[in-house]
């Protein structure tokens, strides 16, 4: 078997195995904090943060089969402890738009190591992440300026996120994901 993958791994397929796990753990946190927002009869937070956390998983699984399309040995990594306790209803959002924050810093950093090595194909892989980061820290602090907005009164983030689509715009562009998009 070990014949079958010869690619050399490069920075930046180094830094894109490094992203696998930064987007699966980026789901898994996404699920504990729609775990938390369950367990505090919050359904419509709870609902939106359960498809952050697939589209999340989506992104490692999009990471996992350009990788594999690449003809590169794919590692599927342990992640890193998620937070599962806050203070109230604003911290979880907060701290999901510091994550997207994170994220876009490293899709940039990705851009630049493919550019720099020559890396065409895989500066033109990367652009669609960076576009999906614009929408991703847009539609995370519209919600947390909401959450800010209604002043603790929960309900009225929920009758929000009710009615307004926040992040649920299907992007048929996204690049293949391993195993297919769930």
Same mark, same amino acid.
């Given at each position: 078997? @070990?014949?079958?993958k010869?690619?050399?791994?490069?920075?930046?397929?180094?830094?894109?195995?490094?992203?696998?796990?930064?987007?699966?753990?980026?789901?898994?946190? !996404?699920?504990? &904090?729609?775990?938390? !927002?369950?367990?505090?009869?919050?359904?419509?937070?709870?609902?939106?943060?359960?498809?952050? $956390? #697939? *589209?999340?998983?989506?992104?490692?699984?999009?990471?996992?089969?350009?990788? #594999?399309?690449?003809?590169?040995?794919? =590692?599927?990594? =342990? &992640?890193?402890?998620?937070?599962?306790?806050?203070?109230?209803?604003?911290?979880?959002?907060? #701290?999901?738009?510091?994550? *997207?924050?994170?994220? *876009?810093?490293?899709?940039?950093?990705?851009?630049?190591?493919?550019?720099?090595?020559?890396?065409?194909?895989? $500066?033109?892989?990367?652009?669609?992440? #960076?576009?999906?980061?614009?929408?991703?820290?847009? @539609?995370?602090?519209?919600?947390?300026? &909401?959450?800010?907005?209604?002043?603790?009164?929960v309900?009225?983030v =929920?009758q929000?996120?009710?009615? *307004?689509?926040?992040?649920? =715009?299907?992007?048929?562009?996204?690049?293949? &994901?391993?195993?297919?998009?769930?």
């Amino acid at each position: 078997m @070990s014949n079958l993958k010869r690619s050399p791994r490069s920075k930046f397929y180094e830094l894109i195995q490094a992203q696998i796990r930064n987007e699966f753990h980026a789901s898994q946190q !996404y699920v504990a &904090v729609a775990v938390w !927002y369950d367990g505090k009869d919050l359904p419509q937070l709870a609902r939106h943060f359960y498809r952050q $956390a #697939l *589209e999340e998983r989506n992104h490692a699984m999009a990471l996992v089969q350009y990788l #594999l399309d690449t003809d590169h040995h794919v =590692e599927i990594p =342990e &992640v890193p402890q998620v937070r599962n306790d806050f203070a109230d209803i604003r911290e979880p959002v907060a #701290l999901a738009l510091a994550q *997207e924050r994170e994220v *876009e810093a490293d899709f940039v950093q990705l851009a630049k190591v493919a550019r720099d090595e020559d890396d065409f194909t895989g $500066a033109e892989f990367v652009r669609w992440f #960076l576009k999906e980061q614009v929408e991703e820290i847009s @539609s995370m602090k519209r919600l947390l300026n &909401v959450v800010d907005m209604a002043k603790g009164n929960v309900f009225d983030v =929920e009758q929000f996120l009710f009615r *307004e689509s926040v992040g649920d =715009e299907d992007d048929s562009t996204m690049p293949p &994901v391993a195993g297919g998009k769930l």
